[in-house]
């Protein structure tokens, strides 16, 4: 048996969207947004996942300018480019670390 044989997993990726006819969706009307908080156990990092679907004709959004990667330090998307993720820092461990110290607005609570 050769060791050095590698074996190749076909990934399996969302099929294109078809291109909305002239004159149908504009999606404009109303979109759902779908916002999940995930905190990473084995690296202490918290992210948000954004996705966004126009529900008149159910087409999903796909995320632009962003790399087709899984990273947990710098805003990406995943390789179908439906969901982003963003990195987020709790404010108080945003103000200790050295290089941003600076003079950071108070975030201040508005009551409801």
């Given at each position: 048996?050769?060791?050095?044989?590698?074996?190749?997993?076909?990934?399996?990726?969302?099929?294109?969207?078809?291109?909305?006819?002239?004159?149908?969706?504009?999606?404009?009307?109303?979109?759902?947004?779908?916002?999940?908080?995930?905190?990473?156990?084995?690296?202490?990092?918290?992210?948000?996942?954004l996705r966004?679907?126009?529900?008149?004709?159910?087409?999903?959004?796909?995320?632009?300018?962003?790399p087709h990667?899984?990273?947990?330090?710098?805003?990406?998307?995943?390789m179908s480019?439906?969901?982003?993720?963003?990195?987020?820092?709790?404010?108080?461990?945003?103000?200790?670390?050295?290089?941003?110290?600076?003079?950071?607005?108070?975030?201040?609570?508005?009551?409801?």
């Open positions: 048996m050769n060791e050095n044989v590698i074996h190749r997993v076909p990934i399996e990726m969302p099929s294109a969207l078809p291109a909305p006819e002239p004159g149908s969706c504009l999606h404009n009307e109303e979109v759902n947004t779908v916002c999940r908080f995930v905190y990473l156990e084995d690296t202490h990092h918290y992210t948000l996942e966004a679907t126009c529900v008149t004709c159910g087409i999903p959004f796909r995320f632009v300018e962003l990667a899984i990273l947990i330090t710098r805003p990406s998307r995943d480019g439906i969901t982003a993720s963003l990195p987020l820092v709790p404010d108080e461990e945003l103000r200790k670390l050295s290089e941003f110290q600076h003079d950071w607005p108070q975030c201040e609570e508005k009551d409801s």
